[in-house]
């Protein structure tokens, strides 16, 4: 049973671009969380989603930012129009259920030049 | 809202001597506590979880911790550590109602020396 998954590990973009971030979850999790990480410090929560709804996205920063997590496929969070500020480790986990022990993947380290 | 400190960013120790890794919380509900370990490079990998009954938890890897709700702390322990357990590990906590996103400490980086 293979893990979650994410790719690419490692994006690097140009101030500016769009940055796509894939994840996908283990086998039978139907609950996707996305977090990031900043150098030296621990993981803070973006969003919540739960197969094509967002259930709670209250650490997402209101610009920029989106994730969806289609019916068929993996889970996307995009960012556009990269900054600096946004070079970061981005973790995606899931669970099998709301309140299930969450199992993270191996992240995607975003540098923006 | 909840708090986590872990108030060692950095813990050095020479290989087969023990550990404490500490971890105190703030939150005005009652919580579930996790302890997370990261390797270089890779996610997350939970070590051991605090969700009710006995205070002393035993996890992966021969770590423990104890919850102490008196002291709001949940410190993880090993007895002996190998050079195989350098990495950054996480406390975390999540409210036992509702919802279960959980606020992550800073990381301490344990380092272990031969």
């Known amino acids: 049973n293979a893990g979650v998954m994410q790719n690419p590990r490692h994006l690097v973009r140009r101030r500016g671009q769009e940055a796509r971030l894939r994840c996908s979850p283990m086998?039978?999790?139907?609950?996707v969380y996305w977090y990031r990480q900043l150098p030296e410090e621990g993981l803070k929560f973006m969003v919540y989603l739960q197969k094509e709804n967002i259930i709670d996205e209250s650490g997402m920063p209101k610009e920029r930012f989106s994730a969806e997590f289609p019916k068929e496929g993996p889970s996307i969070l995009r960012i556009q129009q990269v900054v600096r500020g946004d070079s970061a480790a981005y973790f995606c986990?899931?669970?099998?259920?709301?309140?299930?022990?969450?199992?993270f993947g191996p992240g995607t380290r975003l540098l923006v030049l | 809202a909840q708090s986590v400190t872990q108030l060692d960013s950095q813990v050095p120790v020479f290989e087969e001597a023990p550990v404490e890794l500490r971890c105190n919380y703030s939150?005005?509900?009652?919580?579930?506590l996790f302890w997370y370990v990261q390797y270089p490079n890779q996610g997350l990998q939970l070590l051991l979880k605090?969700?009710?009954?006995?205070?002393l938890v035993k996890g992966i890897n021969g770590f423990e911790a104890e919850f102490n709700k008196s002291q709001t702390s949940f410190h993880l322990r090993k007895p002996s550590v190998h050079i195989s357990d350098t990495a950054e590990y996480f406390c975390a906590v999540t409210p036992s109602g509702g919802s279960y996103i959980p606020t992550f400490g800073r990381g301490t980086s344990l380092i272990v020396h031969p």
């Open positions: 939150s005005s509900v009652s919580v579930y």
């Open positions: 605090y969700l009710s009954g006995s205070t």
């Open positions: 986990a899931s669970s099998q259920g709301a309140r299930e022990t969450q199992y």
């Open positions: 086998k039978g999790h139907s609950h």
